[in-house]
């Protein structure tokens, strides 16, 4: 809540000071949303396999330790590990990918912002022919926005990380 009011406040104060140059910057930042919400759909994606791969993994452990004679004595214990073997590997794909989306979530994040600004500030001053001294006042109130949507972007990516559980507990107890 925190940051998102922070990010309301500054970008009112922003477009206060240069409604066009405001307006500009949230139209490209919405832009950059679409790329970031196809990243989001993957770490959902992977947070509900992971799951999968969890629950799969927690009733395969049960099982060994609740039929281990059984394993034991039938000479399965070793076709047993290899199964819950598999299952660590998968999820460990899992984590790893999730992983790799939020450090390209990451690095991505602040160039694509200051792309974004850069263009606007051409587009501005080259082609509408703003005021310098507004645009660099914008700008400060869009730097100190910058800093809150990045962490909602971080804490929303994390969010969706544990999705997957959330909706096996959420339908585990309808």
Known sequence: ???SMLLIVYSMLAFLANAQFALLV???GFLTNLIFNKLYTATKNLSRQLTIHNHG?????IQQVAQFKYLKAT???RTYAKKLIERVYKIEKAQRKIGIIDAI???IREPMMITVVVFVIMFQVNVLGGSLSLIILSIL?????????MSLQTTWNSFLSVTGSLENVTSFTR
């Open 1 to 3: 809540i925190q940051h």
């Open 26 to 28: 949230i139209v490209g």
């Open 57 to 61: 993994f927690q009733g395969l452990i």
């Open 75 to 77: 000479g399965h214990l």
């Open 105 to 107: 979530m990451s690095g």
């Open 141 to 149: 109130f869009f730097y100190r926005a910058l800093g809150s949507v």
